[in-house]
């Protein structure tokens, strides 16, 4: 059945939030091709079923789609990464295979947790997570707080989280981090933090997730510093496109470092986790918003500000 972006029910129109200007964000139609509810070849979907959508659509044909990397596809189109428009719509055309249906106990909230919860799910199985690995995370922000949970989920019996922000620390701490340090952004008290994050750890760190990549210098230097020889550094933040790092000291102790670039095959581990209640992604939606004018651009001044934000959700 054709809905010509007009939802069946009430026939409005499909609207979408458009950055129009800097800093400007405007509710505007938002016109798609003509499509029906449930395409004729989909076997696996019906009307009115519940379901979380992976973002990225990979070419399928590329040498990273046909070894399993997908993620690396070099014409990826992924909501929201230029030229493809992002999802906040009131609806959107997607492929069923990048749709997964959600358990009943499972809220739609959760569902779209499943986006960041992949970071922190592909992360660890990069890294090998277990339940002998001790865990430091630098940066406990929305990405960092998943990897916890991701870490947690895959049996890590100590983790520890590092952030220049004790509001986030205390966040962490209640959602489960074993041990949580205030550091500095100064790079000369980088080996005094070691020494801390040693004594809260108990020992040395297996694995280091640098779930900031913001600073050139100070958290990947601390991620190196404090991961055990033979241990594994994952660099998970990508806000820098350089770094300048200790480089051959981690090398001659044989360090890994392992870089992320978003998920693949994730959806189907982070719904199961949800399901069983293995993770618990509740408490990181902080607040909620309203699909009018007023709301979204409260919403993205919430988001901007910080503070005790970690996720914003939409009720569109």
Request: one cysteine or more; proline letters at 5%.
């Amino acid at each position: 059945m054709s809905r010509e972006n007009k939802t069946e029910e009430d026939g409005k129109e499909n609207m979408a939030a458009w950055l129009v200007g800097i800093k400007t964000l405007r509710i505007q139609p938002y016109t798609l091709l003509p499509l029906e509810e449930v395409g004729s070849q989909v076997k696996s979907l019906t009307v009115g079923d519940r379901v979380a959508l992976e973002p990225g659509i990979s070419c399928g044909r590329c040498n990273s789609c046909r070894v399993g990397c997908y993620n690396l596809c070099s014409e990826m189109k992924f909501f929201g990464s230029p030229p493809t428009n992002g999802s906040l719509a009131t609806m959107v055309l997607h492929p069923a295979n990048l749709c997964f249906k959600l358990p009943n106990n499972v809220s739609l909230e959760e569902g779209a947790m499943c986006e960041p919860l992949s970071v922190g799910v592909h992360a660890c199985r990069r890294a090998n997570i277990g339940p002998e690995t001790k865990v430091l995370i630098v940066g406990a922000g929305p990405i960092g707080l998943v990897s916890m949970l991701a870490a947690r989920a895959f049996g890590a019996p100590k983790i520890v989280m590092v952030d220049i922000d004790d509001c986030r620390l205390s966040f962490a701490k209640k959602l489960g981090a074993d041990g949580t340090i205030l550091v500095s952004t100064k790079i000369e008290d980088v080996q005094d933090e070691v020494i801390q994050i040693e004594n809260a750890i108990g020992t040395r760190v297996d694995v280091s997730f640098d779930c900031v990549g913001m600073d050139k210098t100070k958290t990947m230097t601390t991620a190196l510093s404090a991961t055990r020889a033979g241990g594994k550094v994952c660099l998970v933040g990508l806000a820098q496109s350089q770094m300048n790092i200790p480089l051959t000291p981690a090398a001659a102790r044989e360090v890994d470092v392992i870089g992320i670039f978003r998920y693949r095959n994730t959806w189907p581990l982070c719904i199961d986790f949800l399901r069983t209640g293995k993770i618990d992604v509740k408490p990181l939606i902080t607040h909620r918003f309203s699909f009018s004018q007023q709301d979204v651009e409260k919403a993205f001044e919430t988001t901007a500000r910080g503070g005790n934000a970690i996720k914003v959700m939409f009720n569109l």
